[in-house]
């Protein structure tokens, strides 16, 4: 039986987003996960009841676990189809997308690969940056989970998908650390594009050059 919502998300949206879900099943139980050490003390009893609902997190849910969910498990992934992967927003605005998007998909082993359950696309302003547009992403998915919450949490049928597929190319923290080792022959527009997306030391991570073993590490 259909019990349980094992919700993975970050400390402020666990109660918000329980709130919407227990508004459309008040005796729904929700199990609060924010890392992935909290995914695997999650007894397999309580699992086989259960549907996964990942919400704009990092956390990669392991395959043994998504084997033993009784109901599925769904992903909130906050960029479109054509950006599977980490830093979806990053690799975005480095790219010149004009647009941009959020994604509603069932999870599958492989990360940002399972079938696609709805897309919601907004054209991306020229001048905008790099949080304003995970922002914009961010309002979206918020949008897609208040529309499909009732489903999520009262039907214990898989939800329906779409024909629509994900890009070939799957960005990474290894892709993300890769483009902030600048090279020394780096032309003056590549290194203020590189420096536009990536200077703001998100991850902890920024535009770096080597040069006789010493780093140098720009500051913006």
Same mark, same amino acid.
């Given at each position: ?23 459309? $099943? ?21 699992? $086989? ?6 919400? =704009? ?5 392991? @395959?043994?676990?998504? =084997?033993?969910?009784?109901?599925? %498990? +769904? *992903? ?17 605005? +480095?790219?010149?997308?004009? #647009? ?6 069932? /999870? ?11 897309? %919601? ?7 905008? *940056? ?13 949008? /897609?989970?208040? $529309? ?7 039907? @214990?049928?898989?939800? @329906? ?8 190319? &799957?960005?990474?923290?290894?892709? +993300? ?10 032309? &003056? #527009?590549?290194?203020? !594009?590189? /420096?536009?997306?990536?200077?703001? *030391?998100?991850?902890? /991570? ?8 010493? #780093?140098? !590490?720009?500051?913006?």
């Amino acid at each position: 039986m259909f019990d349980t919502i094992v919700l993975l998300t970050g400390p402020v949206e666990q109660v918000a987003l329980a709130s919407v879900l227990r508004g459309h $099943r008040p005796q729904l139980g929700i199990y609060p996960v924010t890392a992935s050490e909290d995914l695997l003390g999650i007894d397999a009893g309580l699992l $086989r009841r259960a549907r996964l609902i990942a919400f =704009s997190s990092a956390v990669i849910v392991p @395959p043994g676990i998504l =084997s033993a969910l009784g109901f599925g %498990a +769904y *992903n909130f992934h906050p960029g479109p189809p054509e950006y599977p992967g980490w830093a979806p927003a990053h690799f975005a605005l +480095y790219d010149g997308a004009i #647009e941009f998007g959020a994604t509603v998909h069932a /999870m599958a082993e492989r990360v940002d690969s399972g079938p696609i359950v709805d897309v %919601a696309r907004f054209l991306i302003s020229p001048d905008i *940056n790099v949080a304003a547009l995970e922002g914009l992403a961010y309002a979206h998915l918020a949008q /897609m989970f208040w $529309r499909l919450g009732q489903r999520l949490a009262t039907e @214990p049928e898989p939800l @329906p998908v779409t024909p629509q597929s994900w890009g070939s190319r &799957k960005n990474s923290r290894r892709a +993300y650390r890769a483009i902030c080792d600048i090279p020394l022959d780096i032309s &003056k #527009e590549e290194l203020y !594009r590189r /420096m536009r997306v990536f200077g703001a *030391n998100h991850f902890g /991570m920024s535009p770096v050059i080597h040069l006789h073993g010493v #780093e140098f !590490r720009a500051v913006t």
